[in-house]
């Protein structure tokens, strides 16, 4: 589930990264609005908020604590342009290009963005993502060996059985059939559990997390289906090679 969602958590950050727009102190505003609505209407554009010079100053009082206007006289704050743009444009090639674009404007005073966040999310959402792939796979391997030994382990306690039905005309077909029935159904069993146990992690931490899972529908599936497949697939595969390993034992073999 981690690795599904690594690419909607990166998506996430880059969307919620600002691209600030600040203009001169004596930018009309009518300029302004004409830009954020240009901007607007950008079809890499997710968002814009158009911040004054007086809700600029308010916001970096509550920061700072100090209201840096009575200090010295006169409010330094210039008024900004946030920018989120959507999670496809937000690379630092494209970005570049867009504070060049948008700089050419004579009320614009600067384009600033956080370009070394910009360039780790990439790096760290993959670094993360192989780190639980490779944490995915152990506990996997360790899963399919559990799984194998166990039945292993409960056909080696019918091998006397499983020899006696040979012995008698019980063909190979016959005999593997009720051991796999048997097997699958557990593995079923196991699968459903598992569904459960996801769905109730999906649930309890659906609201903690920044992005949506429930809705999902695709994804959530595809893992549901996986667990019910693998439970399924791997005690199929343990069963029928431990039946067969005991019909082609010898019967002197056995004990």
Do not use: C
Request: proline share 2%.
């Amino acid at each position: 589930m981690l690795v599904f969602y690594a690419d909607q958590l990166k998506d996430y950050l880059k969307e919620n990264l600002q691209v600030n727009v600040f203009f001169i102190d004596d930018a009309k505003e009518a300029d302004i609005l004409r830009l954020q609505n240009m901007l607007d209407n950008e079809t890499f554009v997710k968002a814009t908020n158009y911040v004054d010079k007086e809700a600029a100053k308010i916001l970096m009082t509550e920061e700072l604590g100090e209201d840096a206007h009575e200090v010295l006289g006169f409010n330094p704050f210039p008024a900004s342009l946030d920018v989120h743009v959507h999670a496809n444009y937000a690379q630092v090639d494209s970005l570049s290009i867009f504070k060049e674009n948008i700089e050419i404007f004579p009320f614009v005073k600067e384009v600033s963005y956080q370009k070394v966040i910009l360039e780790n999310i990439d790096k760290y959402v993959r670094i993360g993502g192989l780190a639980i792939l490779g944490f995915t796979t152990i506990f996997f391997l360790i899963a399919l060996i559990l799984i194998n030994n166990t039945i292993r382990l409960t056909l080696y306690s019918k091998r006397f059985l499983i020899k006696s039905m040979q012995l008698v005309g019980g063909t190979k077909g016959f005999i593997r059939k009720p051991f796999i029935y048997k097997a699958v159904t557990y593995g079923f069993i196991g699968g459903v559990i598992a569904n459960l146990m996801l769905a109730g992690f999906i649930y309890a931490f659906s609201n903690w997390l920044p992005f949506t899972i429930m809705g999902n529908l695709i994804n959530n599936l595809i893992l549901s289906g996986s667990l019910l497949v693998l439970g399924v697939f791997l005690t199929f595969i343990s069963s029928y090679y431990s039946v067969r390993k005991y019909l082609r034992t010898k019967l002197d073999d056995l004990y």
